[in-house]
């Protein structure tokens, strides 16, 4: 039996269901006991020639491709050992067929994370520091300081924040040297129609009863900026003194709330190979805020959103701070600090007022155990006297404020950190990226892998197996 057969010098990859053009037509016959699937020709072309060339071919009659194992040679003719190329033989028949692409070269779905490449050592690392935090970071650029004084006179501004018998008050640090000289200089009491008639006591009398520090409750300096507090220049009523010319601003609300937007640094590769690399194992990203620590970012939740906002709330009577991490509307952490730093305010004073209680108290004590006839208890109740006198005069320390935050925690600049960890380089021809969805196999020419390739195709049992195969391990639609 002759039938014709197609030659042809054909390069492909043999999972490729790419199919050749032109050839050469032989009239051939098959060899005795030859299958249908890996047969067996005989070709008639004489001592001269010589099929060297020819790899693949075409038999119309069986409706196959075949690639050409071997050319046998048996004087004048020549046998061609032959292996059917299914991929190219049921192109059609593919390439209708709606399958589940997990890889493609022609199209992907850069959300995927792409397992197939390990990650380099070495790492791409950025730091951005925030130029424009919520609030002021270094003391040495400002800030402001809070106080809560006991100012129950009737001229003390209504607007001013009130907790108790405490009102506060922003104060410059111009502002609060003067008030502090104001309580503290000597040469203040008496003279505003408040304090003690310096006519009829002493000033150092007039210290001793009453110490001025003991109506300014609280302390703090607090990381804002002045020139958004709209300080001015006027009268501070500290329970029965007035002090003016003080730079200050009355506290109308304790909370001060701020905000700002990062823009969210984006894995160097993420363009070309898929957002995946902007998350978890890929992209690494902490907020260093001191004094609210280091923060890790979830990049979960940041590797799809563009920017992220830091919210800061302080609480002005205390110095407590919280910060809030907010991207794409999710809250990634919260994080309470001590934002503010107490400040101490002392006085020293000497009390004349017990030195001499101390003094005739211990007088009386020996004038008493004299007139007993007791003269050792008399001058042992005399020295216990001067003891008890020079005792009570000795100078007491009178602090108010203190405790919280450290200056140390806001020196430092807030900063963004990134660390990125770059992939090998990918081989999309061969290799396609993550697709994962339901195709025409037609639409998407180049390299595919398939998941289940549970094909229906009009073809032996195995040939569908070997499809399967193809299909499964990856191939070429060409």
């Not at 197609?6 to 030859?34: D, L």
């Not at 390439?95 to 022609?106: C, D, E, I, P, V």
């Not at 020079?390 to 140390?408: D, H, Q, Y």
């Not at 290799?431 to 390739?453: E, F, M, T, W």
Request: charged share 15%; aromatic share 10%.
């Amino acid at each position: 039996m002759s039938f014709s057969v197609t030659f042809y010098s054909f390069s492909k990859k043999e999972n490729s269901t790419a199919q050749p053009s032109g050839g050469t037509e032989y009239q051939c016959q098959i060899k005795r006991e030859s299958g249908l699937i890996n047969p067996e020709i005989i070709l008639n072309i004489g001592l001269t020639g010589a099929p060297a060339g020819w790899n693949y071919a075409y038999i119309a009659d069986f409706s196959r491709y075949y690639f050409i194992r071997e050319w046998i040679n048996e004087g004048p003719i020549w046998r061609a050992v032959m292996q059917c190329d299914v991929l190219a033989s049921y192109k059609a028949a593919i390439g209708s067929s709606t399958l589940y692409a997990l890889r493609s070269s022609h199209s992907y779905d850069g959300n995927i994370v792409d397992a197939l490449y390990p990650c380099k050592a070495n790492v791409t690392k950025h730091n951005y520091d925030l130029t424009q935090p919520p609030f002021l970071q270094n003391p040495s650029t400002g800030g402001v300081y809070v106080c809560g004084i006991v100012a129950n006179n009737a001229s003390a501004a209504s607007a001013t924040a009130q907790v108790g018998s405490l009102k506060y008050y922003y104060l410059s640090l111009s502002g609060l040297a003067r008030i502090c000289d104001a309580l503290l200089n000597t040469a203040n009491y008496g003279t505003n129609g408040y304090g003690f008639d310096p006519d009829n006591c002493s000033l150092e009398l007039q210290k001793s009863l009453v110490d001025p520090l003991q109506y300014i409750k609280s302390c703090v300096w607090l990381p804002l900026d002045p020139s958004t507090l709209n300080l001015t220049t006027g009268t501070i009523y500290i329970n029965g003194w007035n002090v003016a010319q003080v730079e200050h601003a009355p506290v109308t609300t304790l909370i001060k709330s701020a905000s700002v937007s990062i823009n969210i640094p984006k894995h160097p590769d993420s363009v070309s190979r898929g957002d995946y690399l902007n998350g978890p194992g890929y992209t690494q990203m902490y907020l260093n805020c001191p004094p609210y620590g280091m923060i890790t970012l979830d990049t979960n939740i940041t590797a799809y959103n563009s920017s992220i906002t830091l919210g800061e709330s302080i609480d002005v009577v205390s110095g407590t701070g919280i910060l809030q991490v907010i991207s794409g509307g999710v809250l990634i952490d919260q994080v309470k600090a001590m934002r503010g730093v107490g400040i101490q305010l002392s006085q020293i004073t000497t009390d004349y007022i017990g030195a001499a209680a101390g003094a005739v108290g211990g007088i009386g004590g020996a004038i008493g155990a004299a007139m007993l006839g007791d003269i050792g208890g008399a001058i042992g109740a005399a020295v216990g006297g001067i003891a008890n006198a020079a005792k009570s005069a000795f100078p007491k320390v009178s602090s108010t404020g203190g405790g919280g935050g450290t200056f140390l925690d806001n020196i430092y600049v807030w900063s963004l950190n990134v660390i990125f960890f770059r992939q090998v380089d990918d081989d999309n021809s061969h290799h396609g990226r993550p697709l994962c969805k339901n195709i025409v196999v037609s639409n998407y020419p180049g390299y595919l892998l398939i998941q289940d390739a549970d094909i229906t195709i009009n073809a032996t049992a195995d040939e569908l197996q070997k499809i399967r195969a193809y299909l499964e391990g990856g191939f070429y639609y060409e």
